[in-house]
């Protein structure tokens, strides 16, 4: 019911910035959920932060500590990843997510995913 599709990614220094975007096409937003996961080699995917569409309020790992912003831009249909002072342990393939929650809380889980996008961070 949505495609999202990231753009964004790169390679970078440490204490370099990136912004991700993800944008999103399909049904209405009224109810959507997006947000980002990332996947480092090696290592099992991890919830980095999420949106909520309508009303923007947000949610983020603890992982963050204040370097991410998630923000969205209502008239490209589009949810970025504002990402600073990267760090070396922040080199993954970050992918966009989406899904609905008719009961307003942040979904659980998340059926519809992007590509992926690489962030690579260098020391």
């Known amino acids: 019911q949505v495609q999202l599709v990231e753009s964004g990614g790169g390679l970078v220094q440490a204490g370099a910035s990136l912004r991700l975007s993800c944008a999103a096409s399909?049904?209405?937003?009224?109810?959507?959920?997006m947000g980002w996961f990332r996947q480092a080699p090696g290592k099992e995917r991890e919830f980095v932060a999420a949106?909520?569409?309508?009303?923007?309020?947000?949610y983020y790992a603890d992982f963050v500590k204040g370097r991410f912003t998630i923000s969205r831009d209502n008239a490209k249909n589009t949810v970025y990843l504002q990402m600073n002072s990267l760090k070396p342990e922040d080199t993954a393939v970050y992918y966009c997510?989406?899904?609905?929650?008719?009961?307003?809380?942040?979904?659980?889980?998340?059926?519809?995913w992007g590509q992926g996008t690489q962030v690579t961070v260098s020391s």
């Open positions: 399909g049904r209405t937003f009224s109810t959507l959920f």
């Open positions: 997510v989406a899904d609905y929650s008719l009961g307003g809380g942040f979904p659980r889980e998340y059926r519809y």
């Open positions: 949106i909520r569409w309508s009303g923007g309020s947000t």
